[in-house]
């Protein structure tokens, strides 16, 4: 089964990975994937999508003879990956509290009829 991940916490797992280091493209879609199913194609409008939005900015350097392009975190990325971070965290408990309570059955007397 697949969980689908939103658009909100694609760019916080990108934002989160480019908080570590810089990344070219192709890199940055293969650490993505050992965490989530992410194509190149899906990666790609993310990084432009947050490059608009100043969050990433881009530089590029020579590989091989060729330049590679570089997307690197931004100050008002920090600050966004930390919203992202917290908005996750209350999302998160708020499941867990659910998915932890399904371990502990009712009692007779907190059954409900409907």
Same mark, same amino acid.
């Given at each position: 089964?697949?969980?689908?991940? =939103?658009?909100?916490?694609? !760019? ?6 480019? @908080?570590?280091? %810089?990344?070219?493209?192709? &890199?940055?879609?293969? %650490?993505?994937?050992? &965490?989530?199913?992410?194509? @190149? =194609? ?12 100043? /969050?990433? @900015? ?7 003879? #060729?330049?590679? #392009? ?11 990956? &930390? ?13 867990? =509290?659910? /998915? ?8 007779? !007397?907190?059954?409900? %009829? /409907?």
């Amino acid at each position: 089964m697949k969980i689908q991940v =939103s658009a909100d916490l694609l !760019d916080g797992l990108v934002l989160a990975l480019l @908080e570590r280091k %810089d990344y070219y493209g192709y &890199a940055l879609t293969q %650490d993505m994937q050992k &965490a989530i199913t992410i194509s @190149e =194609s899906t990666l790609y409008p993310v990084l432009r999508r947050l490059k608009k939005d100043q /969050f990433v @900015e881009t530089y590029d350097q020579p590989y091989h003879g #060729r330049n590679r #392009r570089y997307y690197r975190i931004t100050s008002a990325g920090e600050s966004h990956l &930390a919203r992202v971070k917290q908005v996750w965290t209350d999302y998160k408990e708020s499941l867990d =509290s659910i /998915f932890e309570a399904s371990n502990y059955p009712l009692k007779e !007397d907190q059954t409900h %009829d /409907f």
